[in-house]
C-alpha cells in the first residue's frame, strides 16, 4: 500500500531527543518492508522560536514561513539521518522532486514547500500526488477534538469526522506562520476532494502508525 505519513515537529523534535528519531526509524523501516511510505516532518517548537525572532525582526508573513520551512526540512534531514540507507539521502522541496526522489525505491522524507500552509497540507498534497491509498497524521493528541484538549479538559475527540465538520471547526482560526493549529484549511480541502483515508492520531508512539494500517485508532476523517 502507498502511505504517506505527516509527523508533527510537536512530536519529532519536542524534546531535542535523538531517540525520537531513531524510533520513528525503526518503526518507518517496519512499515516499508510491505508498503512505499512516504514521510512529512513539521517544525515544533523550533519552528515556532525561530518564526517568532523573524516576526520580532519585522519580516513579512511569508518570510516568517520561508523560515519555518527551513526548520521543516532540517527536521527531515534528521529523520533521513536516522534511516540510514531506507531513506532517499536529500530532502526534496517540491513534489516533483518527491516523485522523482521516489523511484530510488527508498522512503522519501519532505518538510516544507511553499508559504502559506503548514506540513499537514503538505502530506494531503503529496498523498494525492503520489496517489497514496492512506494518510496518516501523527500529531501530540490522540485525535481530532472538538475544541484544544490542551485547554479545555471536556474537549471530546471524534472517531469518525466529515472535511465539511472539519472546516467548521477551523474557522476561526487564525492564519499566521506558527500557527497553523491542529489541521489547516488547505489540508482539509485536498483531503476533501481527493477522497483519500485519513486518520489523525496520537505519534507520541510511533507504533500507533502501524495500527492505523491494520486496524482502528485515532480520528478516521471520512468522505463526505
Ligand atoms: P509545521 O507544519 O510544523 O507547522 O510547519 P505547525 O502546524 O505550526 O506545527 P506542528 O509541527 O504541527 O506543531 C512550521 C511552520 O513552517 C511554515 C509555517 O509557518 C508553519 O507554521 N510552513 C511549513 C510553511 O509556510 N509551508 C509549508 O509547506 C510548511
Redesign the pocket.
Known sequence: MKIVI?I????I?KDHDYKKFRDYAEVLRNINEENEIFV??????T??DY?GIARSLGVS??M??????E??RLNAKLLIAALGDYAYPVVPHNFREAMQFASSNRIVVM????????????GSILAEFVGAELLINA??VDGLYNKDPNKYPDAKMFTEVKPSKMMELMSTKDI???????F?MTAIQIIKRSGIKTVILNGGDPNNIKTAITGKIGTIILQE
Open positions: 505527516t508533527g515537529g510537536s512530536i523534535i512529512v516532518v513539521g517544525g515544533g517548537t519552528a515556532r518564526i508573513e511569508a516568517c514561513d520561508d523560515i519555518g520551512i526548520v521543516t518538510g516544507g514547500t511553499e508559504p502559506a500552509h503548514s506540513t499537514d497540507a503538505v500529531t501530540s499566521k506562520a506558527g500557527t497553523y493549529e491542529f489547516d
